[in-house]
């Protein structure tokens, strides 16, 4: 059972940043192993990537400059630095493990295979 835990979500103003960790843990889970996602959902709209890494980084076009994504495979944990917040940066903010290697599809959610329970951040304007 493989089991991914957002934490460092919360209200935060315009402007603003978040860090966000996902700690992953299962008997069988090789953290190094996985190429490890951040997607969100905004209320009302679908479901979207918002960065991965697997040694090489990838970044929606809305996040680009302002968020960072990295990993620390000792403590099998993916971070999100957030900066620069928008009110439009509201949303649930899902952790996702996949494989490490992908095609161009690495931004689809259903090429990963392990998710978050999610975690709200909220940007005031």
């Known amino acids: 059972q493989v089991q991914l835990v957002e934490s460092g979500g919360g209200l935060v103003q315009a402007g603003g940043s978040l860090r966000l960790s996902c700690a992953a843990s299962?008997?069988?889970?090789?953290?190094?192993?996985?190429?490890m996602g951040w997607f969100r959902r905004a209320p009302g709209k679908e479901r979207e990537f918002v960065a991965r890494t697997s040694g090489i980084t990838y970044y929606a076009e809305s996040v680009k400059g302002r968020f960072t994504i990295s990993r620390d495979n000792t403590k099998n944990t993916v971070y999100l630095q957030m900066n620069s917040l928008k009110p439009e940066d509201t949303a649930v903010y899902y952790c996702?493990?996949?494989?490490?290697?992908?095609?161009?599809?690495?931004?689809?959610?259903?090429?990963?295979?392990?998710w978050g329970q999610g975690i709200q951040v909220t940007v005031s304007s």
């Open positions: 299962g008997r069988t889970f090789i953290f190094s192993s996985y190429g």
């Open positions: 996702a493990a996949g494989p490490l290697y992908t095609d161009e599809n690495y931004y689809r959610g259903e090429k990963y295979n392990y």
